[in-house]
């Protein structure tokens, strides 16, 4: 499992909804040091889920790679530990 990264997703634009190419990820809200708590996020059969703190909608996007985000600086790039 540690093999297994998670990748993290903010929505510092406020954008309505994020296309992911993940089905397990977390959400910061925000960019540190204005984020929410970091909750992990998983879709299992569903293609979409709300983020129950900032209500960003994810929706799974199969084109998209692992990580990949749709707009791309959705994906958090410096996670923090």
Known sequence: ???????HFQNEA???MIEIGSK???CVGA?????????????GNDNEIICPYCST?????????????RPPECVLKDKVA
Request: charged share 20%; glycine share 8%.
């Open 24 to 26: 397990e990820f977390m």
């Open 14 to 16: 406020g954008v309505p």
């Open 1 to 7: 499992m540690s093999d297994h990264v998670v990748p």
């Open 31 to 43: 960019n540190p040091p204005f984020d929410h708590p970091h909750v992990f996020l998983d879709l």
């Open 57 to 69: 909608l994810y929706r799974y996007a199969p084109d998209l790679g692992p990580g990949e985000a």
